[in-house]
């Protein structure tokens, strides 16, 4: 098999298993259930991997997502409030075939509108949506979840799951104890929550939350009960820059190859790939292979990046192969729709990544 | 038909058909050729439409967008160098069926690398990629020109086809008397080239190059025989923002629609729509309709936008639809790979966007 035509994306599969098996490990050694986030590689294949190392399923974004990955994992959170009768009817869908489905709620309307969608006889797993202070998603009050989650455990066609308690932004934050600090002040509003809960006779059986940038500092806390940990899978630069705890550390399982396509200035080349190839939210992605390991990647437009080569370096050749670790993974995903399989630098064929898109625009 | 689940690009098809007409007329007033960047739209329907209203032809940026529109125009030019031999073979594939397919060097390498990919017999359009000085792709200095297009026009199995002077990063200068002097001062460059080739019995027959910001410029100019704009069809933030002159104004044809998701807090909504549904890499969205018109989008991770609202607005109602104008057309559509059409606000089906992606990987 020969390489793949660049600009392409190139999983790893050896650091991608050990990257699996890790996680799956350091969840099960901890009693937490793992529910790895399917936004970031939107993989049946990958899913599937997951959920043989112990996996209790997945979460995903969109509905679309779950549509496309269902059967793939035991089960699927999704993580995104709905709110439209377009999307409850696809969400029945789901309980009508037997798909074990459960999604999120932060707004009372929702809980009547869900179920009245629903098929009868037919029952959905629903859990409250905890905003933990970003005002991205979920309510804002503890007696706001208290309200919620009686409303879902009142309706004969809806099963009270637990809650959703995801801190995004705090993923990033480079210093662990930095991300302690910032996780220990939300976790005290979410124990209110949980202890409001309880106070009604609705404790959480679930506490759904975490990512790759936090699992470590929620499992020493104690709260959660389950995580929601996606790009562990692959890395990135800015994951790669923060000081993980808990599982890490893990492996660089994804790049980005780039071909040399001009080459006729003394400092530096043109690449095949920019901002329709590599995501650019995070910043430039960094040489990994194929130039001089000081080079440095610029976006050059939609199809194009410039690399810089530090003084005296050789220039790369043209037609010559550029491996390229991108910044910030999800989103660079969704750009190809599809992973090259390589084991030891020898390819492996392909995985599609069926979730991409949002379903009529795929 | 109803409206198409969120998030969505939507594409109103009465302006997209009066902005095609619109620079078609333009330039055939002026006696240009009209070869539109298909990088812009991935479309084949798209493509169909410029070629009925008097485009020559289209350009490419990917051998995958040419693969997947070839026939959907009257030819093709590959505006991007290729420099490997699988996509060598590629190419000839094209010509080997009999597709009218033109491409770009920079490389001396690339002529007897390009030819002896060929079919036996088989002939192929080249161009000589010119460097208008931003050092992206092109040969830097008229007489490197001059000596690829004699390599060229040497070749039994090649035709010189011209010359491309593609000016990208000036196309978004916001005030046109500025961009006006940028491209003056390329062009003293690109007549010197054209001077040089034709003193060597190499007058360019094609000179090819311009886009939306620059093509009244141009148009002006008198050097270019053939304007490759692309963004005119849709328009966005970004070129809205700029004095355009020549066949402007362009209607603004492509939206994004979203959905107002979570409404807990009373300043702020959280929208459905984030980096993954919308480009970022030029800035933030703009509200269309569905709040009011001074709310101000931010981009809050891959699923999420926040839709902050001014002091005593009236907030969208959760489950409500607002559109929203990308600031970055062409990688939006990217994102998305199909338009849903509209008419007078009445949805009227789909368009794939063929050419998103890069081949293994879609």
Known sequence: MTLPPTPCLVLDLDALERNIAR?????????????????????????GLQARVGAVGICCATLHEAEQLAGAAPSILLTSPVVTPDKFARIA????????????????NS???????????GRLRVLVDVDPGGGRTGVARAQDAVALASAIAAHDQLTYGGIQHYCGSDQHIPALADRRSAITARNAKLAETIAALSASGLTPQVVTGGGTGTHGIDAEAGLLTELQCGSYIFMDQDYGACELGGAAPFEQAL?????????NHPGFVTLDAGIKAIASDAGSPRVLAGAHPDSRYAFKGDEFGQLDLPDGAERPAIGSRIV????????TVNLHGAYHLMRSGVPEGLWP???RGYGGDI
């Open 111 to 121: 809980v009547p509108a869900l179920a009245a969608a629903l098929p009868s006889g």
């Open 93 to 108: 869908a789901f309980v009508a075939g037997g798909v074990d489905l459960a999604v999120v709620v932060d707004h009372p």
């Open 324 to 331: 390229l670790m991108p910044s910030h993974c999800d989103p």
């Open 255 to 263: 790049t980005v190859h780039a071909t040399v396509v001009s080459a």
């Open 23 to 47: 996680m799956g490990a350091y969840a099960a050694a901890r009693g937490l259930a793992l529910r790895p986030h399917a936004k970031t590689h939107k993989s049946r294949m990958i899913a």
């Open 353 to 355: 990544a069926q979730g």
